[in-house]
């Protein structure tokens, strides 16, 4: 069911044809799904999946959906959600899919709509979201017509859960591709618009993801960032000790003005906070499709503003800004 071959096929069609090799040999030639001892398992829920006739697709709402023209029956639509939650943890979304609610950790309608408003309009623009996760705001993306949007990210089980809702909304002109940036040719200069949400305090080099971003974008083209802020002024940043809300990898979180400082000195102009609102508790939660911990459990029980770890609580900013000509 993972199939790479339509994103070739697509790119024969367009200015990025000069890396089809490149591209083909990061998803083809490395690739080593059974590096994750899952891979067969999800595998199977994929090829299992059922056909949904006559389906409407919808990805202007909060749920990204696919409904039959006839309701599934009872007994399909439990078979149907069993089969989905073979893919758990579920993280970003939601989805509806037949009439299967996939109420995920994350309310990431959330996100999108505080992004949506603020970008270039994305029709017939050449899209990279870099940390694409499930793909849930690629779909989104679709909504607005782009030419193309081209998802990355190095997560095999979120791959899974892209190619599963590809089933049901059909190719569309989303393309998920299961590496990480840095597989990513150098020196594109060829996106319109690239996302990188949720990325850069994962990033261990900050500057060096702003660059890397620059440098995948065309001259003139848009950078989305939206990554964790701290209050605080210019030249404020927290590095984690350890921990930062029970993750282990977190590396830089700026002020909103140091941020904005890093964009200009990696070669972004017009620079501008667009966003910023501390992380709610209804927006990452626990649920049926995720049943670990979430962010309740990571924060202090005695003053939510403050994680378990004593450091300020998650806020999160959205960035957007053009790459220098
Ligand atoms: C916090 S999630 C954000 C998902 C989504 N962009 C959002 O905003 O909801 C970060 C994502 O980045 C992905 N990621 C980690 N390392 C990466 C890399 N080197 N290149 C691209 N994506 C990466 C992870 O697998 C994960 O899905």
Known sequence: MINHQPFFEHLKRTPLEKWLTHFQQVVNDDFEPERHGDFARWNEVLDKLPTLHDTRVNFDQSAVTANPADPLSEKSLAELKESLLGLHPWRKGPFSIGGVDIDTEWRSDWKWDRVLPHISPLKNRTVLDVGCGSGYHMWRMCAEDPAMVIGIDPSLLFMMQFYAIQHFVG????????????????NMRSFCTVFSMGVLYHRRSPMDHLIELRELLRPGGELVLETLVIDGGLG?????????ARMGNVWFLPSPDTMMLWLEKCGFKNVRMV????????EQRATEWMTFQSLGDFLDPDDVTKTIEGYPAPKRAVFVATAAR
């Open 275 to 282: 966003d910023c609102a501390p992380t709610a508790l209804d």
């Open 171 to 186: 190719q569309q002109s989303a393309y998920y591709l299961p590496i990480g940036i840095e597989a990513m040719p150098k």
């Open 236 to 244: 404020d940043t927290l590095v984690p000790s350890g921990r930062y």
